[in-house]
């Protein structure tokens, strides 16, 4: 079983609409959550964090479940530019490291 | 401009032929480590390093090796390069700390035949 496991997609959505991704999780004592964005084979970057709380910004809402060690990231009003790979990444407790989903691609399209 | 700049960004080369692909950060970040992303795989942790003079193994680091010899670089070296680590490479750094974001480079293309 991998430790991080998402849905690879793709998901090809109209303009505006409400987009859900999922992710779950292995290691029962990590620490930190992350959706990182990733754009056509370039570097990702940090899309937002994830809280046990849950958080927002703006369009997107994040939540986490511990008790079933499942992330999500809600995508509302989807542009053109969200196009991209979305990748759940887990920081599992060990320092540092970061271990990675394989992302979930989305084309949204007009 | 705060960033992670890798070099080369495109790079063939032959089976064996020893390279080295370098990574800088200006962010004065402890933590630096280096990934390959490979389709369907997601990326992969090779090697990492908490500080100066302070390397560690990640989940792949075999044919490759790394130094830590100024907090800025992180080098990665394929001391005989095969096929299979063709791939997509990225640099990462961050401060030390679990919440802590990790900012990466560019990427480098690395092709083996």
Redesign the interface.
């Known amino acids: 079983r991998k430790e991080v496991e998402q849905d690879p997609g793709p998901f090809n959505v109209p303009e505006g609409a409400t987009v859900a991704f999922n992710c779950t999780y292995s290691n029962s004592a990590s620490q930190s959550f992350f959706w990182y964005r990733q754009d056509c084979r370039k570097e990702p970057k940090l899309l937002m964090s994830v809280y046990s709380s849950g958080n927002e910004d703006g369009r997107f809402t994040a939540q986490l479940n511990r008790a079933s060690q499942y992330i999500s990231l809600l995508i509302r009003d989807s542009k053109l530019s969200d196009s991209a790979t979305y990748l759940c990444v887990v920081n599992m407790g060990y320092g540092n490291k970061l271990v990675f989903g394989a992302g979930t691609i989305l084309r949204v399209k007009s | 401009e705060a960033q992670v700049t890798q070099n080369p960004r495109y790079l063939i080369t032959v089976t064996g032929k020893k390279l080295t692909v370098t990574c800088s950060q200006n962010m004065n970040h402890e933590?630096m480590?280096w990934?390959r992303q490979d389709p369907?795989?997601?990326?992969?942790?090779i090697y990492?390093s908490?500080n100066v003079e302070v390397t560690d193994k990640?989940d792949v680091p075999e044919g490759y090796k790394v130094s830590r010899k100024e907090k800025r670089n992180f080098p990665l070296i394929l001391e005989s390069p095969s096929p299979n680590q063709t791939s997509?490479y990225?640099c990462a750094s961050?401060y030390?700390?679990?919440?802590?974001?990790?900012f990466?480079?560019?990427?480098t293309?690395l092709t083996v035949v």
């Open positions: 933590y480590s990934y369907g795989l997601g990326l992969r942790q990492y908490m990640g997509l990225f961050s030390r700390g679990r919440g802590t974001e990790a990466f480079g560019q990427g293309r």
